[in-house]
Antibody, heavy 120, light 113 residues
């Protein structure tokens, strides 16, 4: 059974940092593009970042470039999102999403998400 | 960036009737080298993560009921629910995956009339 379990969310002050983790199971992580997508409370979906199966290439939405870093540890079936210089507008549920077999930039399986709240 | 615009923002449809959701991209998401449209549709029910319904504009994912129909090409796309069921109450999103930044439409909320 495919599972993606996010963790690491919480309340953080503006300017602070958090590292989100996504634990993958039920498939071979090293073969999949992996992604983070966020959703502010009551709002729509926003793609945040994508990492290639070997970790050698990453893409980011402009609003997080230079502040967020996506990475992966295929040996331990983990995907990370390091978030620095957090702002109030980064408050959202962060979903880990698996790239599909035939194109890694569409998302065929999602975790339940972890909530990040940026507030003083 | 490719901007995805959905309409309407919400709609209420009677059980068994048709629901139609539109999605327009600011530039074509058709990749001419393989003649494929890089467009997906997702369904998100309250309190749940999104679920992939349709990819390549019209290909249903495994297990998705055939009442969900995707159509369109280039810049204009439609998701049709041919006979609305109670379990279809959700927000529906389109997404282009032709090129980063990957972008979603704003969502369409479907309710029962």
């Amino acid at each position: 059974e495919v599972q993606l379990v996010e963790s690491g969310g919480g309340l953080v002050q503006p300017g602070g940092s958090l590292r989100l983790s996504c634990a993958a199971s039920g498939f071979t992580l090293s073969q999949k593009w992996m992604n983070w997508v966020r959703q502010a409370p009551g709002k729509g979906l926003e793609w945040v970042a994508t990492v290639k199966p070997d970790g050698g290439q990453q893409y980011y939405v402009d609003s997080v470039k230079g502040r967020f870093t996506i990475s992966r540890d295929n040996a331990n079936n983990l995907v990370y999102l390091q978030m620095n210089s957090l702002r109030a507008e980064d408050s959202a549920i962060y979903f880990c999403a698996r790239g599909a077999f035939d194109h890694g930039w569409r998302f065929d399986f999602w975790g339940q998400g972890t909530l990040v709240t940026v507030s003083s | 960036d490719i901007v995805m615009t959905q309409s309407p923002d919400s709609l209420a449809v009677s059980l068994g009737e048709r629901a139609t959701i539109n999605c327009k991209s600011s530039r074509s998401v058709l990749y001419t080298s393989n003649n494929k449209d890089y467009l997906s549709w997702y369904q998100q029910k309250p309190g749940q993560p999104p679920k992939l319904l349709i990819s390549w504009a019209s290909t249903r994912e495994s297990g998705v009921p055939d009442r969900f129909i995707g159509s369109g090409s280039g810049t204009d796309f439609t998701l049709t629910i041919s006979s609305l069921q109670a379990e279809d109450v959700a927000v529906y999103y389109c997404q282009q995956y032709l090129a980063p930044p990957l972008t979603f439409g704003g969502g369409t909320k479907v309710e029962i009339k």
